[in-house]
Nanobody, 122 residues
Framework: QVQLVESGGGLVQAGGSLKLSCAASGRTFSEYTMGWFRQAPGKQREFVAVISWGGGNTNYADSVKGRFTISRDNAKNTVYLQMNSLKPDDTAVYYC???????????????WGQGTQVTVSS
């Protein structure tokens, strides 16, 4: 089992940057695919980025490609989301999640963090 805790959210102006972290507990963190998702008010949760267990494979939503970077440090049981050139449309609660398979489908993620708020002002 994996427990996930996100941090690093906050308020930033458009064009700014934030780096989210997700700390995992459990000895098998390195075996999980890790994903970031987000949910804006009144909208469904959407995929943002995914990274394979070893970090060799990543995928991004088209809306964040070229601006966001997902990475992981298995020695620290932590996954990161570097967010640059932020836009007001990026405002949402950001969640990290763990899955047993490499996927962008939220339903396939078994473990979720509590979320961290990111607000981008115009």
């Amino acid at each position: 089992q994996v427990q996930l805790v996100e941090s690093g959210g906050g308020l930033v102006q458009a064009g700014g940057s934030l780096k989210l972290s997700c700390a995992a507990s459990g000895r098998t963190f390195s075996e999980y695919t890790m994903g970031w998702f987000r949910q804006a008010p009144g909208k469904q949760r959407e995929f943002v980025a995914v990274i394979s267990w070893g970090g060799g494979n990543t995928n991004y939503a088209d809306s964040v490609k070229g601006r966001f970077t997902i990475s992981r440090d298995n020695a620290k049981n932590t996954v990161y989301l570097q967010m640059n050139s932020l836009k007001p449309d990026d405002t949402a609660v950001y969640y990290c999640a763990a899955a047993n398979t490499y996927t962008v489908v939220a339903l396939r993620y078994a473990y979720w963090g509590q979320g961290t708020q990111v607000t981008v002002s115009s």
